[in-house]
């Protein structure tokens, strides 16, 4: 079956950096999605990779490793409003979305 | 610029009552149209998505239904309420079948 892994919940303090995980495992790869969503509200996009390597989106980065199913995403310089749950996607060979249960991340002043 | 929109927000209805939820989008043509649920600590669960007019395709059995009467218009509907059908429902759109989704603001469906 088709899987996407990442941790349930994550803390961390405000100013520092913090890295979320997903792994993956799915019929083919058209590509990754990293998605915030803030509490009764819908996700919003953040990020898109497709091929290996670090794409950089000013506080956030996103990477990818085809090879081990593996990706994470960055933030550096937390702020109180990065409090959020942050969903992890793979478009498998389907063009179907498969979505992680997504990561609550706590930032603590 | 495009946007998305769907209403209610916030709904409580009776077990066995129908459902009605809509969802526009504007500022693009032809674009795929998704029903998502969301129920917590769960992943998103993709209940229908639309191609084109009248085209809808199903992913999960359930006892509720979609339409698309207009090119940019979806509606997920129900004749009987379950108390399993309480979430929160999302509408997305994309570009073809390669592009990110842009969801709505979500509907919350509380079925007592």
């Known amino acids: 079956g088709q899987n996407i892994d990442q941790p349930t919940e994550m803390t961390a303090t405000e100013g520092a950096i913090v890295q979320i995980n997903c792994t993956y495992q799915t019929s083919g790869f058209n590509g990754l999605f990293w998605y915030q969503q803030h509490a009764g509200e819908a996700p919003t996009f953040l990020s898109y990779?497709?091929l290996d390597g670090l794409e950089e989106k000013g506080r956030f980065s996103s990477f990818l490793s085809r090879s081990k199913g593996y990706s994470y995403l960055l933030l550096k310089e937390l702020q109180m409003k990065d409090s959020a749950s942050y969903l992890c996607a793979v478009r498998d060979s389907n063009y179907q979305l498969i979505w992680g249960a997504g990561t609550k991340l706590i930032i603590k002043p | 610029s495009q946007t998305i929109h769907q209403w209610p927000a916030t709904l409580v209805q009776p077990v066995g009552s129908p459902l009605s939820l809509e969802c526009t989008v504007e500022?693009?043509?032809?674009?795929?149209l998704y029903w998502y649920r969301q129920a917590a600590g769960r992943g998103l669960q993709l209940l229908f998505y639309s191609v084109g007019i009248g085209q809808i395709s199903s992913e999960v059995p359930q006892n509720l239904s979609a339409s698309r009467p207009q090119d940019r218009q979806f509606i997920l509907s129900s004749k009987k309420l379950l108390l399993s059908d309480s979430g929160f429902y999302l509408c997305?759109?994309?570009?073809?079948?390669?592009?990110?989704?842009?969801f709505g603001e979500g509907s919350r469906l509380t079925v007592l």
């Open positions: 990779n497709v």
């Open positions: 500022g693009t043509s032809n674009p795929n």
């Open positions: 997305a759109w994309a570009t073809g079948d390669a592009g990110e989704l842009f």
